[in-house]
């Protein structure tokens, strides 16, 4: 009687320990989908202004079609970043191992987007520099 006690103690103990090692896992996963967005989102007002001066700089040069085609490209960069905002859903229900499939999807999904942004930025003010010069 007491080994079946103590193996059922050791039992719940181990259960115990994966159900808390699964839930900070998710945790974790939930703070680098957060860090990613929060890294990139205070750039979405460079990218409304690099896309308002490549518009106007595109009205000036006469061959303009490189400048346009980046503000079309900061403009995908905004959208994709407004889109995934809407979709992400923070309160997702489910069992553990479907919250970290979840998870791991939008982490995927943000990072793209980070990606996106951050050579969107880059490339337009590459672009602006050597309008300028």
């Given at each position: 009687m007491k080994l079946l006690r103590r193996s059922y103690?050791?039992?719940?103990?181990?259960?115990?320990?994966?159900?808390?090692?699964s839930k900070s896992e998710t945790d974790l996963l939930f703070q680098e989908i957060m860090d990613a967005h929060d890294e990139v989102m205070p750039k979405m007002g460079k990218i409304r202004n690099l896309e308002k001066q490549l518009k106007s700089a595109?009205?000036?040069?006469?061959?303009?079609?490189?400048?346009?085609?980046?503000?079309?490209?900061?403009?995908?960069?905004?959208?994709?970043?407004?889109?995934?905002?809407?979709?992400f859903n923070n309160d997702f229900q489910g069992s553990n191992e479907e919250k970290k499939e979840y998870l791991l999807d939008q982490k995927m999904q943000v990072y793209q987007v980070k990606?996106?942004?951050n050579?969107?930025?880059?490339?337009?003010?590459?672009?602006?520099?050597?309008?300028?010069?």
């Amino acid at each position: 009687m007491k080994l079946l006690r103590r193996s059922y103690f050791l039992l719940w103990i181990f259960i115990w320990g994966c159900l808390g090692e699964s839930k900070s896992e998710t945790d974790l996963l939930f703070q680098e989908i957060m860090d990613a967005h929060d890294e990139v989102m205070p750039k979405m007002g460079k990218i409304r202004n690099l896309e308002k001066q490549l518009k106007s700089a595109a009205l000036t040069f006469p061959d303009s079609t490189e400048l346009s085609r980046q503000a079309k490209n900061l403009a995908s960069a905004n959208e994709a970043m407004m889109s995934w905002m809407r979709n992400f859903n923070n309160d997702f229900q489910g069992s553990n191992e479907e919250k970290k499939e979840y998870l791991l999807d939008q982490k995927m999904q943000v990072y793209q987007v980070k990606e996106l942004m951050n050579s969107s930025i880059l490339k337009s003010e590459e672009l602006m520099g050597s309008a300028i010069d």
